[in-house]
């Protein structure tokens, strides 16, 4: 059987992304923020990724963004690589930098299959941490989080 094997992408500049909030910021309930870019555009496969809001960042505090896939397709995705980076904050005087939020690496096992037309919350997560010194501006800061992802379409 003939495996298609294409780059898959989620995060592009024209999406948002998953947003963290620091102490004291309340997400709305539910909140989720879904990268998606629709449909097929020449080999790039489209799908959603999401992360849900994390609450109670403070200097030294560190939390875990649990990552959800959405499959629209008729067939088998393969997930090979899971990533993150820190994008902007909502506060000037708290620069998006690893001074203020460390974005850590997908902890999970790869390759993920996710079934055709299926969500699945995927088995690691990625960590974010404010350093203990980082500046006091970004105690009420939104952190804006790009996830992004690679794999294949499977015939499994």
Known sequence: ???????????TALVTACIVAAAGQEGAPGEDMVLTHGGRQG???RFGLAGK??????PGASRR??????????????LHH??????????????????SL??????GRLPVIIKPRDRRVLPGSIAVAMPRNATPKC???????ALSSTGSRTAR
């Open 43 to 45: 080999n790039d496969y």
């Open 139 to 145: 105690s009420n800061a939104r952190f804006t989080i």
């Open 1 to 11: 059987m003939r495996v298609w094997w294409t780059a898959i992408t989620a995060a």
């Open 65 to 78: 963004i649990n990552i959800t896939v959405t499959n629209p397709y008729g067939f088998a995705l393969s």
């Open 102 to 107: 460390r974005v850590g690496d997908y902890t």
């Open 82 to 99: 899971v990533s993150a980076r820190l994008v902007s904050t909502s506060n000037r005087g708290c620069p998006a930098t690893s001074a």
């Open 53 to 58: 809001p994390i609450k109670g960042l403070y």
